[in-house]
């Protein structure tokens, strides 16, 4: 039973979160909400020490569906980027400000870029396309993301300093269009550069709160020197890119680490 801790941890913390805030706010939303998304996790970590192959893809389409269709279109919050910039100029510390602040801002200092890898619901689609292995070398323009997460603020702020009405309404139009937008630009990005999780790489905004906070994540990807064999499989079969037998910190591409887990699975000698 020793085996099944890490999916008991992770329960337990997503639990604490959930009673925390349930009592916090006076709402047992919270208590729902995070206990969903706490038992969907740990049921895709039982799921891979089963051995089951599409763990990993469950833990997805639980938490990525119930983000998107039940949080975003049905409840009607915008649970983007955008969502995050409104609550916080309004001041309010609910939906999608609780969401960055507990998935995307200190979360990856505990799990690193896991959200990006079982619950981001753009990810969620594109892991389907054809080409789950990058087929062409990582390009360097990292720096458009930066270019997106400006505009996303710049376009929140104008929003309140031109006293838009009817903001809500606003909002919400701009997550449909938002992931519309992601899906089209992280497609069309898949096909022409052969690569599943370029839109990731080069122009999700988000992952200018996720990359600096992973760089200090407690759960992460370590090598076994004594085992292994440098045949570079791990290497050649994650899709971000990352050199996971250099333990250190610093290791190439580090902090894109999604905690897919493949260069374990793919490794001959288990030294992951």
């Known amino acids: 039973m ?7 941890a992770m329960l337990a913390i997503f639990e604490t979160v959930a009673v925390s805030l349930w009592f916090a706010k006076d709402n047992i939303f919270y208590l729902f909400n995070f206990s969903y998304i706490g038992l969907s996790i ?9 051995r089951y192959e599409h763990a990993r893809r469950v833990v997805q389409l639980l938490v990525g569906l119930y983000m998107l269709v039940y949080l975003g279109l049905i409840c009607r ?3 983007q980027i955008e969502g995050f910039w409104y609550y916080l100029f309004t001041g309010v510390f609910e939906a999608a400000t609780i969401h960055y602040a507990v998935a995307k801002i200190f979360g990856p200092l505990l799990f690193g870029r896991g ?30 993301r930066y270019i997106t997460f400006a ?5 929140v702020a104008a929003l309140f300093l031109a006293r838009a009405a009817n903001i809500e309404r606003i909002m919400f139009r701009a997550f449909i269009a ?7 630009a992280g497609i069309a990005l898949a096909y022409a550069f052969r690569d599943n999780r370029a839109f990731c790489k080069y122009i999700c905004p988000v992952t200018v709160f996720l990359k600096p906070m992973s760089y200090f994540s407690l759960l992460r990807i370590k090598c076994d020197k004594d085992k292994c064999v440098s045949c570079g499989k791990c290497r ?25 887990m493949e260069c374990v699975r793919n490794c001959p000698k288990n030294a992951l």
């Open 151 to 155: 505009g996303s603020l710049i376009f």
């Open 236 to 260: 050649r079969v994650c899709p971000m890119d990352v050199d996971v037998t250099d333990n250190s910190r610093k290791r190439l591409n580090g902090t894109e680490c999604i905690l897919c």
């Open 42 to 50: 740990a049921l895709g970590i039982f799921l891979y020490i089963r």
């Open 77 to 79: 919050e915008n649970m």
């Open 115 to 144: 959200w990006c890898g079982y619950a981001c619901w753009t990810a969620m689609v594109l892991d389907l396309l054809p080409y789950k292995v990058p087929e062409r070398p990582r390009r360097n323009i990292g720096w458009i």
């Open 178 to 184: 938002g992931n519309l937008a992601y899906y089209a």
């Open 2 to 8: 020793k085996k099944y801790w890490p999916p008991a």
